[in-house]
């Protein structure tokens, strides 16, 4: 087996496992934005651990530009969250994040013309199949 293959799909588990400790977090009733600090304490953690360790070029201000814009996204996103949260159950804003993750699948082969495998259609459709079944039973639970 590949090694790319073996990251993606161990990549997959673990967002697998955050996922179930995300909805975990919200069927026990505790608030979110201490699950979420504490993840992206984790992931800022190995992120900077994995930035060290290859060659980058760090000394183009693109790239800085880049990161910062990055950054006040993901600072965003995780207000969003949290003020969806306060409103509703955890799930459906955790369901609307999943949904969003298309959107990068689906305009990379428009803008950066990424090569389209003829079954990333079918897994594309299984994604979005399996989410609007998993968001509509979450969403008529009681």
């Known amino acids: 087996m590949q090694l790319p293959l073996v990251m993606a ?7 697998a496992v955050a996922a179930l400790g995300y909805k975990m977090a919200e069927r026990l009733n505790c608030r979110t934005s201490t699950f979420i600090v504490v993840f992206s ?19 183009n201000p693109r790239l ?5 814009v990055m950054g006040i996204l993901f600072d965003l996103a995780i207000f969003f969250i949290m003020q969806s949260n306060k409103n509703g159950p955890a799930s459906i804003s955790w ?6 993750l298309l959107v990068p699948v689906i305009l990379s082969p428009m ?8 079954i990333d259609p079918i897994i594309v459709a299984t994604f979005v199949l399996m989410l609007t ?10």
């Open 9 to 15: 799909i161990l990549s997959g588990v673990l967002y």
């Open 41 to 59: 304490i984790w992931g800022g953690a190995f992120a900077i651990i994995k930035s060290f360790s290859e060659t980058s070029e760090w000394k």
């Open 64 to 68: 800085w530009l880049l990161g910062i």
């Open 95 to 100: 369901t609307m994040l999943q949904l969003s």
């Open 111 to 118: 803008l950066f013309q990424e090569r389209v495998y003829w």
């Open 133 to 142: 079944w998993w968001s509509g039973e979450i969403i008529t639970d009681p």
